[in-house]
């Protein structure tokens, strides 16, 4: 009763202004709110310290007159994995302040009672109650989160012959704050026997997040990207018969297929209140040229047989045109819209064009050959300086002699004799003996072999820089766009027919047609001189193990001539002069 008859005192002394003690609400500086917090040694909890003079320690040595059993003051939240520490310190400010008006409310339904004891004690008078606490049940408090997705509850104990906590009294209080959903039967059930329950803190509700669903994706059977990156062996050779993965495919084979997206499932609030959710998207089947969707529209099929190609936005199935032997006579020559597979050797005199990959699997000969993709020679190329070999992305060859190649990408070859050779990306002659000698050498981002030039001071001639393929379909353009011209003014000196008529009409279109093209690449090439200049000027270099006299190295405006051997060159343009290391 000492204890009882201290906060008697204290609370008839404020009454009649003897002492001026703090109001149990007075807010805290920021500095003792922090020290209030503690983190325990699990992160998903955060504990709360609180002072001797708070309102739930006074309620506590009230309890203990009655109850010395009583375990102390423990406030640890827990959210489980779903909350961070940050977040829990954040639920512990708004706890701590509910919870200190539901105290202090409660402290002083007690203490009036326990003061007008006090005054009969004074006065002589004693009651039949003198010394006795107020009766008041057990009070449940519930906390909720304020995202309303988390209920805690901490119980003040019963006063005087007050009830105990009981499953009704809790039942009640959660019903008091709208708590109806995810509650945990296991602390509800078990609370009003537990030896912590008053004065401590339990996570007794929950509710579910909304967990959207998942977006469609789909399932390839073939690479979209398919790089023919050629692989020595340990003796430096590269077998160009296996470059590059092939990706045939026959009519009814899957191409690719689109799973499904999947429902959301709408999350609740402790409160019962709905969180919405949202459906997965579904994702578009990239159908393209010779392919179809399977009756359920989840899966996408080669209608014909050929190559499979993604051209950037759709999967298409290119034809595939397969040669068994030479292209000679007994073929003819060659123009087709897919992929062309020549097993045998392509003879002097014909022409094979086609607007995918062509591969051959022999010789290349005094011809005329023009790839829409990646030109593959498996044995090489031998011209009479006369040929035209054209690529729009790649060539790979195991030599080229006495020809004119021109790529709009990379030339990749063990050895280069003699040739002229355009490009636009970079010249790579570093498998098998990697020579370059005679013939000129035109790269717009870099050359690199092992050998330039010979002994016998072949003149050779490199030269880096600019766009050398684009130059040159430019001057074909051009060259077209004479012949048209001459070829009307020709027209317009004949006799009306017919014929005349006709053809002048199919001129006037083509010479449009072609006009616009030059303009484009007018555009084009001011375009990209612009994006590659700095570039250019840094990457744009030779680097060969050994370099001959008589070598001529052009980089943009400068150039030089080897007069002697030098190994591992590296020559490229420092300050408007070409460097040789």
């Known amino acids: 009763m000492k204890i009882l008859k201290v906060l008697k005192e204290k609370f008839v002394r404020t009454k009649k202004g003897e002492s001026k003690e703090e109001e149990p609400l007075e807010p805290l500086s920021p500095q003792e709110t922090q020290q209030d917090f503690a983190t325990t040694s699990t992160a998903s909890s955060v504990s709360l310290e609180l002072s001797h003079e708070h309102p739930l320690y006074r309620l506590y040595d009230i309890r203990t007159d009655k109850s010395r059993n009583t375990p102390p003051p423990e406030l640890v939240m827990k959210g489980g994995d779903e909350l961070t520490e940050d977040q829990i310190r ?54 909720v989160s304020s995202d309303n997705m988390y209920a805690w509850v901490m119980v003040f104990p019963p006063t005087g012959w007050g009830k105990e906590l009981t499953k009704d009294l809790l039942f009640e209080a959660l019903e008091k704050k709208k708590v109806t959903y995810g509650l945990d039967q296991e602390v509800f059930e078990n609370l009003p026997e537990d030896y912590n329950r008053y004065f401590h803190l339990f996570l007794i509700a929950k509710g579910s997040k909304a967990a959207n669903g998942d977006n469609g994706y789909l399932v390839d059977y073939f690479l979209r990207h398919v790089e023919r990156l050629p692989e020595m062996d340990e003796f430096g050779n590269v077998n160009y018969m296996s470059l590059g993965a092939e990706q045939n495919v026959k009519q009814g084979d899957l191409i690719c297929e689109a799973i499904p997206p999947t429902e959301g499932i709408a999350g609740r609030t402790v409160l019962n209140q709905e969180l919405r959710c949202k459906n997965g998207k579904s994702v578009s089947i990239p159908k393209g040229k010779n392919t179809e969707l399977s009756e359920d529209g989840n899966k996408l099929i080669a209608s014909i047989d050929g190559r499979v190609e993604f051209s950037g936005r759709y999967f298409s199935v290119k034809p595939l045109l397969e040669i068994p032997g030479n292209v000679d006579y007994s073929t003819g020559n060659i123009n087709f819209i897919g992929d062309v597979l020549i097993k045998g050797d392509v003879c002097s005199g014909f022409s094979v064009r086609a607007m995918g990959d062509i591969k051959v699997c022999g010789v290349v000969e005094s011809c005329e050959i023009e790839a829409g993709g990646d030109l593959i020679v498996v044995k090489g190329i031998v011209g009479n300086m006369e040929t035209i070999v054209r690529s729009q992305h790649n060539i790979y060859s195991k030599y080229l002699v006495n020809s004119i190649v021109h790529a ?77 011209k001459e070829e009307m003014e020709r027209l317009e000196r004949q006799p009306d027919s017919p014929f005349r008529s006709k053809r002048m009409s199919k001129l006037r279109l083509e010479l449009s047609v072609s006009g616009m093209k030059l303009n484009k690449f007018d555009r084009d090439k001011e375009r990209m001189e612009e994006e590659k200049e700095k570039e250019e000027k840094k990457s744009c270099r030779l680097r060969c193990g050994t370099a001959h006299p008589r070598v001529s190295i052009t980089i943009e405006d400068e150039t030089v001539i080897l007069d002697r051997t030098y190994n591992s060159c590296n020559a490229r343009l420092v300050d408007g002069e070409i460097f040789l290391m």
């Not at 107020?134 to 449940?140: Q, V, Y």
């Open 90 to 143: 954040k639920e512990l400010m708004r706890f701590r302040i509910e919870m200190t008006k539901a105290a202090d409310s409660r402290l002083k339904d007690v203490l009036p009672k326990l003061a007008t004891e006090e005054n009969e004690e004074e006065n002589g008078e004693e009651s039949e109650t003198s010394h006795l606490e107020p009766s008041m049940d057990a009070l449940p408090f519930v906390y």
């Open 408 to 484: 709009r990408q990379n030339v990749h070859t063990d050895s280069i004799r003699y040739s002229n050779v355009y490009s636009d990306g970079e010249v790579e002659v570093c498998s098998g003996r990697g020579l370059i000698v005679g013939g000129q050498i035109r790269a717009a981002q870099g050359i690199e072999a092992k050998i330039v030039g010979s002994v016998y001071e072949s003149p050779t001639s490199i030269v880096l820089g600019g766009q050398p393929y684009t130059s040159f379909e430019k001057q074909i353009l051009s060259q077209n766009i004479k012949e048209m």
